[in-house]
């Protein structure tokens, strides 16, 4: 690589690696942002801000993620429908209970830009409730 040009990262040029992380006793926010980073790349030299950089991410054991303070029953998760009391609240305590990997995938989509980009790169995610998951090319030996 030549220190007097810049570098461009151009689509044909990237090959994308798995990466496999246990969230099992990891604190939700730090595992969400070195999600994030790696998903679009930023933790690699060769990071270019308009392109697909990074690698494919699979996060196993989300059930047990760690939530620090009174978060697992303080921290509440609003959505709201457009009609007339639509408005619904579930606790983080509620949702790792039906959906434990909704809980990673709702911290990492907020860690990336809102653009067209991040919607791709969303798609690189994959997160599984127990230990088990199905990309067995991708397990390390």
């Not at 969230?23 to 790349?41: C, F, Q």
């Not at 029953?73 to 609240?89: C, D, N, P, R, V």
């Not at 830009?113 to 397990?139: C, D, M, T, W």
Request: charged fraction near 30%; hydrophobic fraction near 35%; glycine fraction near 8%.
């Amino acid at each position: 690589m030549d220190l007097n040009k810049t570098f461009f990262l151009r689509k044909e040029d990237h090959k994308p690696s798995w990466r496999l992380i246990d969230a099992e006793g990891k604190v939700l926010g730090r595992l969400a942002t070195m999600i994030a980073d790696a998903l679009r790349g930023k933790d690699k030299p060769g990071f270019t801000h308009h392109s697909d950089g990074g690698d494919y991410v699979v996060v196993v054991n989300a059930e047990k993620v760690k939530l620090t303070g009174d978060k697992l029953t303080k921290k509440e998760y609003i959505s709201y429908s457009g009609w007339m009391g639509g408005k619904s609240s579930r606790t983080v305590r509620e949702v790792l209970e039906k959906k434990p990997e909704w809980i990673i995938q709702h911290a990492v989509k907020g860690m990336l830009p809102k653009n067209r980009l991040s919607r791709e790169i969303f798609k690189k995610l994959k997160v599984y409730a127990g230990p088990e998951h199905p990309h067995k090319a991708q397990v390390s030996s």
